[in-house]
């Protein structure tokens, strides 16, 4: 491993709060959808900064302090960010949960993490949880957000302006909060994150940016935060940067919301921009006649561009169709859109050349919430195409062949740095499986490093699987570049020691209707996936998409459902990541019948 810089202080995430609150006092934070639904309103630091230290006494009143735990079932608004900093003044611990979760698992949380206090968003989760107090040792009191009058936030912030108490400034090695990992299997896991694992990778995270962001810009906000991904990213680098974030309504309203927020940064995971591209894709088909040809004249004009190719003539048309339809296509996210951060997943090549063809440069990291959570980033000053950048500042990163074969180009990924988790909530074994002796962190994920230190995933060692051949098979690769197909909503990839792949595949009905209505074929989804046609059709958009792969590794087969994977059937996880497991106890039976 190569030398690296150490990252400059502060060392806890209050004094960047403070920090954020005293350099950008009058500058809007944080925006939410007017009643109208035509406009946001916006507060400014200050303002956020008084409600925190109301709050943060409010907390003290009722007998919060240090080592204590503080959790949110809430989706992202004002009053997390109060919550979470009002918190962090007091030395305790902050536990975020997702409004969306299953009783069961939200009540796992509040008793694995030891939680005292739990702020709930609104009356229909309150009654989720309202029996828990009685069921569960050391849980003291629920604090609704919405509303007025005892044991509600806004009363916790009066008394707290009547008895206010200083922020103190945490031990940086101090827990500054539990993350639950997703739980693809069995319950999610306690990731410990100490105040210096998080500040560390908030200053990485802005020196990545460099000059490229600063204040003024702005964000429109739906990655949740309580993932380390949207909170580390959007939330805690916003405010030491001075840039600021409007809420999404819900996902139904992000077009309508982006248009609002006018954003210049756009925080997604690539299930978002895969969405965008297939979206802009399928309007152009349906339009067709000058738009559809100056857009395939743009595309192959910035094709030729990125090879050194273009010439004159290729400039002169890359300019006529930025002009005419690149333009409107921005105009539509806002018209402010310079910049997009990728990461939690594999981002499709294709995907990233579109976004920069339209003059949106896509920079794609990699990471996890056990490294609090960014790691390697391309930036502004140091891009490659396929590639998910270089460890960030005080980072470092080695390649562990003794998983591949000393002959192999791959290995695992070991981090190393102040961002490397302090362990796993009650969980010593699990701890033990993954941090080394000397300070790493084992990933789990494969890769490799060029000459110039870019690292590039080839893909999951707990998800490859070996066909009959020997060969292995990364799925996630291959189930990105099918989703790319305007026919296909979501797919999962298997062929776990059998002769070839197949794939589960939920049709998008909303391509495939139409094409079925031409086709003569019944309308009715549950009618539709039947249809021998529709497997050939999909089978094609699938070796189409998938050609820069290996043929023995492209389905031969699909059971095709129509049924999406939502988080609401538990296939997806609520960073909206696919439960193999569970796809496979449900789905099971039908794809072993492909094999026959």
Partial sequence: MSEVAEVPGPYNLVEIFEEGVKAFSDHPLFGTKNSAGTDYDWVTFSEIGRRVDDLRGGLASIGVGQGDGVAIIANNRVEWAVACYATYGLGARFIPMYEAELPRILKFIIEDSGTKIVFVSNRQVLEKIESFPDEIAGLEKLILIEGEGPDTMADLERIGRERPVEALH?????????????????????????????????????????????????????????HSFGQVAELHVLVKMGGCTGFAESPATIVNDITLVKPTILVAVPRIFNKVYDGIHKKMEQQGGLAKFLFDMGRKASKAKREGTAGLLGAIKLGIADKIVYSKIRDKLGGHLRMSVSSSAALNIEVADFFGDLGIELYEAWGMTELSPAHTANTPVAKRRGSVGRPMLGLNIKIDKSVTGEDSQDGEIVAYGPNVMQGYQNLPEATAEVLTEDGGLRSGDRGWVDEDGFLYITGRIKEQYKLENGKYVFPAGLEEASKLSAYIENVMVEGANRKYNVAIVIPDFVALVPWAREQGLPEDPAQLVKEPKVEELLLSEIAAKCGEFARYEIPKKLVIIAEPFTTENGILTPTLKLKRRKVMERYGDEIAALYG
């Fill in 170 to 226: 945490p031990d940086p090695e101090s827990i500054a909060g539990l993350i639950y990992t997703s739980g693809t299997t069995g319950n999610p896991k306690g990731v410990l994150l100490s105040h210096r694992n998080l500040a560390t990778n908030v200053t990485a995270v802005r020196h990545a940016i460099g000059d490229a962001g600063g204040p003024g810009d702005r964000t429109l906000s739906f990655l949740p935060w309580a």
